[in-house]
């Protein structure tokens, strides 16, 4: 049974990561370095939880999710489970750290299970002398020892680590399976869930935080009604707008959201040209919107303001490109082609 409920949700998806993990269980080869790499929040550090429940579950049907064991792990209880992160105080994993916590610990035989697992999240924060560290124990892992590196940025790692780790690579989940996961959680709006699963990019801890981020909410209730109004609006609306938007630089999640929130807009008039049913639109709270502008713009026209809106986003992320001005420079695009065609 591979469905646990960890706090906030069920795992769901990577089923070849854990297939390969469980063989290397059952072939008695798990012990050693792991580095799980992927974008963040899509499941790495919940499935590292579960290969230490699998590793050290004594049911049959390993991780069951309900002996002591599994559910010590779950809560972070499991004296043999150990999680390292950084400190709230702090910008990196210190050296003090990973010795007390890492170093050590490895040379205890597990207390309660068959292996002392080690999980060190987001591992791109350990600092060289960290590294350095934790290396010692890499080099000469017991045999009932697992470390898991978890990050997003496993190329900040030093090479001599990286090389002592199997490489476990995460992919952004399913559509199907971000809704199964999402489906059951408790005091989230179904209705902002579902829009923001489909602009989340299969991270489901992307969507649960932008579900609950009023914020985001604000950017894109605003953003949409500039782009209702374009067609036959006034050039000096978009200067209002643009100087009304407050996205720091420094807010990457924001500010990629709000390019997806772009992006998705035009997905949705073509699928409305398409004549596709509208629970396939992802903003489907603004239909009235997208109804009232999807004639304004022909299919070429999409595909040039679609590669303009990733032109921008890439100059504004990559090249320093000022918010504003880019805004700026898009929605006069966006206006000057659909005025074209109401013209
Ligand atoms: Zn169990």
Known sequence: MDEITYGIGKLRGHEKNRESLRKLFEEKASSGSYLFSGMPAIGKFKTALWFAQLVNCPSFDAPCGLCVSCRKIDKGVHPDVKIIKKLEDKTVITIDQVRDQVVNEANFKPLEGRFRVFIIDDAHLLNDQSQNSLLKVMEEPGAQVIIIL?????????????????????????????????????????????IVTSISAGSPGKAIK????????????????????LPDGQLGDILKYSESV????????????????????????????AGLPEDTLLNRDFKESLEKVYFCYSAEDITVLQSLILEIRKLTFENNLNLKMGIQRLLIKIKQTGSVQIG
């Open 246 to 273: 407050s996205i720091q630089r420094a807010d990457v999640e924001r500010l990629e959201a709000f390019f997806e929130m772009l992006l998705s807009w035009f997905r949705d008039i073509e699928f409305i040209q």
């Open 150 to 194: 978890v990050t997003s940025r496993p190329s900040d790692l030093l090479d001599t680590i990286r090389s002592r780790c199997r490489a476990i690579r995460f992919f952004p989940l399913s559509d199907k399976d971000m809704e199964y996961i999402l489906r059951d959680l408790p005091d989230v709006d179904y209705e902002k869930l579902g």
């Open 210 to 229: 932008q579900a609950q981020d009023e914020v985001f909410w604000k950017i894109r209730h605003d953003l949409f009604t500039v782009l209702e109004k």
